[in-house]
């Protein structure tokens, strides 16, 4: 009898340490922490990182995943229009997760232009309301060790990388090899669905960028890898419906003078440096003559020292 009772302590203890080895860490490795010591990894420490920046110190609020913030130079928008441009993207971010950073980001700034990339429109989101959903968010909430692993995992594996309020400046050149990747006639992308319930997010980022006096954009970063001329036309028809500014970029390489033989860092799929800065130089003229507020921003910065 005396050795059954002390099995069950002996097994109460090791559940008790068990779960403070997992709820102990999570609550001290967080993502703030994690930013606060300059530790963490880009996924999980976007949200932080925005919310570190100064009050009202966002102009030009950029959401979306890798697309998003290899696509946008956040400083030849400062240097040539005065804008102060924060990328605020996250590699691989659902719909879902560019609503967070759109809102965690609204709390402390106040934007005039929210832009979003799109690939994020063509990837699964998971049904928040569906059982393992929720089971997974309930594990999170009590062993943020969970969620936060990758935060607690980065002092170790981290690579040193340059980034300007969060545009990543990446020299490496991948040529992308393909050729024209717009034609009408080419063979079509294999997934040209959007999720009702990435349409449903989309719409709710518009709504929270109005509300609180934001303009929300829609654009697509230059990339073979990932844009053909069918996914334009779905998304041209999407925003047209939503009444959401849309702009291609993929239909302007030439315009922008793009060479995918030295303008990308991985074939095709993400800009380097060069390509980032081509594309912000033309997204930069189409928004200042566009949108009268853009415009605005550019005149009134010349008095600015923020």
Known sequence: MDNSKNKI??????????????????RIMTPKLMTDLEL?????????????????????????????????????????????????????????????????????????VVLYET????????????ASAVITDTLYDIFPLL????????PFIQKHEQVYRGFRIDKRVKPYLGGNYMGKDDIPYKNKKIGQLNVEYLRKMKALSESKGARFIMYSAPSPKNYDYRKHKNLTKLAKR??????DMNLYDRDMKMDWKSDTRDQGDHLNVYGARKATRFLG???????PLIANIKHSSRSRRT
């Open 285 to 291: 003229e189409y928004l200042v003559n566009k949108f």
């Open 40 to 112: 963490s990894n880009w996924r999980n420490g976007t949200i932080p990182k925005v919310l570190s920046e100064p009050d009202n110190s966002i102009d030009l609020l950029v959401i979306g995943d890798s697309e998003s913030y290899t696509s946008i130079d956040t400083r030849f928008l400062k240097n040539k229009y005065g804008i102060r441009a924060y990328d605020a993207g996250q590699a691989a971010a659902t719909v879902s997760q560019s609503y967070e950073i759109l809102e965690n980001s609204l709390k402390r700034q106040r934007p005039v």
């Open 9 to 26: 302590k002996q097994a109460a203890v090791f559940l008790l340490i068990l779960f403070l080895l997992f709820y102990i860490p999570g």
């Open 242 to 247: 939503e009444k959401i500014p849309y702009i």
């Open 147 to 154: 969620k936060y692993h990758s935060s607690w995992k980065s």
């Open 119 to 130: 690939n994020s429109l063509y990837r699964k989101q998971p049904d928040p309301k569906s």
